[in-house]
């Protein structure tokens, strides 16, 4: 407790320390931190933007329940930076504009599909942003014991701080701190339990080592403790080969079309910069996500070795005098870290056969018992440390890391909203003739105004199991509209307003509907569309928006010769003539 | 802007190609080595961990990290030799 409170406040701290040294002077500050951030400093931020609350809390969890299944996350956010580097950043930066819905409406000549695609990036970022906020509760109710909604105004005031102003500068460099907190909040445990596990201080290799002291290798071992207790073996998977498939192909083409990852590639000086950039983003994400899995493992066996079998002591009682008693008629009492977490609701236990001991199986349990316990995926790295017994410190460490995971992707989140208000509706909309002065002051009044959103969405959420629903949306609905509108933009000249049009209504409806009716309507699985669930239908439909988009396109007229020739200029860096950088240099008559 | 000769044909000729043969590794290390032939590689192991699900959980990430490396160095090289700015 004191140790989690003494790191939350000196991070804080630090975060508000950023955000002062760090404040915006104009618009260029604001939006894109000047165009001057060195490559490899982006590449940190956008890891820190890019890694939510889901990667940090969520992904080990998950991995630890669904095994190989865990694996689309894996790859489909990871895989999502190659499709960025080679398919979208450096030409986007070569475009040099300030956000998202900028490009699509510039490339597009049209107002029409400039504020469609401020409403897919508003969508996107809103149920995006709901989750970190309530990730923030989470962690602030589970260990401070502060209340859950008092939590998320905390963690409400310190973005305002750094977001409202620094803008994306302060945004930027509050990451790279973000960054750091939470790479070493997340290896420090991993190397314990693996130490613990295997004797392998690097995690990574002790995932395809041996269990410490046994000549069997830590996933085999894993297999058959799971299946001994009626579970699925963990390199397997239930879901069917396409749905896998397509859920992977969601991910990553919806990573690389979310706008608060895009927008981190503007801030950077050049196209060249651009692309080192996502390298070496993805080499700082990779640090997390190759570690994740090895948690994931280590999670389910320290789970089941504490958990199963043990009896349980009810709240009432005396815990020491009860655990005492079990320990000497011969039985393992509940661990004490249960006992903490049953509080936040993470964990249930119901006595099915009444015997006062916790049965955790799996729906094939090969003893014919039924499963007593419960577990939230949530659960397992912020229990981590204390399952595997580790200091207290470590405890702390991890809850300041959650906070940061989550506070950095949400101060990513703002901007992308903020901008698309201030800048895209606005600025490029509604009053084309407001100077930068005006602009950067309603800026950070959207940025405020996001913020407060942003904490009552998270608040009024809690409700709901969010972040499966958020998966499922944000990415859907970037891969199926915001994707294929970006890329057909750069790579086909001929692709023009009526086809980006067709393909961001197509994509964000069709997707939107699919979510809808499965997750929150009266869908059943074997009603899906080629056994693909709402996860990864938005793969599906982003080839179908896509060729929609193209057979419009090519029954309308082209788009004028002068974007055809900016898009011949952003493809081939240093060559751009028909438009500027800066505001004065907007593509001349872009309105439709 | 420029006064050089910047061949911009041959190097969006040359980009594209790149694109398309990292994007043809990238497709076989997840999608190929870690979903559809998955169990053919399971034969084979890594350590303790059969391949293909080594791939799904660990080397496709590796993979991904060395394309883009890769990609950036070899388009500044395509940017000297069609004397493209970069």
Not at chain 1, 159 to 169: I, S, T
Not at chain 1, 486 to 502: H, Q
Request: a negative charge.
């Amino acid at each position: 407790m004191d140790w989690t409170l003494f790191f939350v406040i000196t991070t804080f701290a630090l975060y508000v320390g950023i955000a002062i040294w760090a404040r915006a002077g104009s618009t260029d500050d604001f939006y894109v931190a000047g165009h001057d951030v060195h490559p490899t400093v982006n590449g940190m931020a956008t890891a820190a933007d890019w890694m939510s609350a889901a990667s940090f809390l969520s992904m080990a969890g998950l991995i630890a329940f669904l095994g190989y299944g865990g694996s689309v996350y894996l790859m489909g956010w990871t895989g999502g930076y190659v499709l960025l580097a080679v398919l979208l950043a450096p030409f986007l930066r070569e475009f040099g504009k300030f956000t998202v819905p900028d490009f699509v409406g510039d490339r597009y000549y049209s107002d029409v599909a400039r504020i469609i695609a401020v409403i897919c990036a508003l969508f996107v970022s809103f149920t995006y942003i709901a989750g970190q906020m309530k990730g923030v509760g989470v962690a602030f109710s589970g260990f401070l014991g502060v209340d859950f909604n008092i939590g998320i105004g905390i963690g409400m005031v310190i973005v305002f701080f750094y977001a409202v102003l620094g803008g994306m500068k302060g945004v930027t460099y509050t990451q790279v701190a973000q960054y750091c907190v939470l790479i070493f909040a997340y290896t420090v445990p991993a190397i314990f339990m693996s130490l613990i596990i295997t004797g392998n201080p690097i995690p990574q290799l002790g995932f395809i080592g041996n269990t410490a002291g046994e000549d069997i290798s830590m996933l085999q071992k894993l297999n058959s403790v799971v299946t001994n207790l009626g579970f699925q073996e963990y390199t397997q998977t239930d879901k069917s080969m396409f749905d896998v498939f397509a859920i992977t192909g969601a991910l990553m083409f919806g990573t690389a079309g979310l706008p608060h990852v895009i927008i981190r590639f503007f801030t950077v000086p050049s196209a060249k910069a651009a692309r080192l950039s996502a390298g070496w983003a993805l080499v700082f994400i990779a640090a997390l996500y190759t570690t994740a899995p090895a948690v994931g493992a280590f999670a389910r066996i320290n789970f089941i070795d504490t958990v199963n079998e043990s009896t349980y002591i009810a709240d009432d009682a005396d815990y020491e005098a009860e655990a005492a008693a079990i320990a000497a008629a011969g039985g393992t009492p509940v661990p004490t870290w249960y006992k903490t977490w049953e509080k936040t609701g993470l964990l249930e236990y119901e006595d099915k056969n009444g015997d006062g001991i916790m049965q955790y199986r799996g729906p094939n349990a090969p003893d014919g018992l039924e499963n007593e316990v419960n577990p939230n995926q949530d659960i397992f790295v912020l229990a981590n440390p204390q399952i595997a017994q580790l200091p207290a410190w470590v405890i702390g460490l991890v809850v300041a890391g959650g906070l940061a995971a989550a506070l950095s992707t949400a101060a990513g989140l703002l901007m992308v909203i903020s901008s698309a208000v201030s800048h895209d509706i606005c600025r490029r909309t509604l009053f084309k003739d407001m100077d930068d002065k005006t602009e950067l002051r309603v800026a950070r009044g959207a940025a405020a105004g996001a913020v407060v959103a942003a904490g009552l969405l998270g608040i009024f959420s809690a409700q709901l199991g969010f972040v499966a629903q958020v998966v499922a949306f944000a990415f859907g609905l970037a891969s199926a509209s915001l994707f294929p509108v970006i890329f057909l933009g750069i790579f086909w000249k001929r692709m023009n307003k009526e086809g980006a049009i067709v393909t961001m209504l197509f994509g964000l409806i069709s997707t939107f509907a699919y979510i809808v009716y499965f997750k929150f309507g009266a869908g059943t699985a074997d009603q899906y569309l080629f056994g693909v669930s709402p996860e990864g239908i938005g793969f599906v439909f982003m080839w179908v928006s896509g060729a929609l988009g193209i057979g419009t396109a090519l029954a309308t007229a082209p788009p004028p010769q002068d974007i055809q020739n900016l898009v011949e200029d952003i493809r081939v860096p240093g060559t751009r003539q028909a438009h500027g950088m800066a505001d004065e240099g907007m593509a001349p008559t872009t309105s439709s | 802007m420029s006064d050089k000769k910047v061949d911009a044909k041959g190097y969006w000729a040359a980009t594209i190609r790149l694109t398309l043969s990292l994007l043809a590794i990238w497709f076989v290390v997840s999608y190929g080595a870690g979903i559809l032939f998955r169990d053919f590689l399971d034969q084979f192991s890594i350590g303790g961990a059969t391949l293909g699900f080594w791939f799904a959980q660990q080397g496709s990430i590796y993979v991904f990290v060395g394309l883009i490396f890769y990609y950036c160095w070899a388009m500044a090289r395509l940017e000297r030799k069609f004397g493209v700015e970069g």
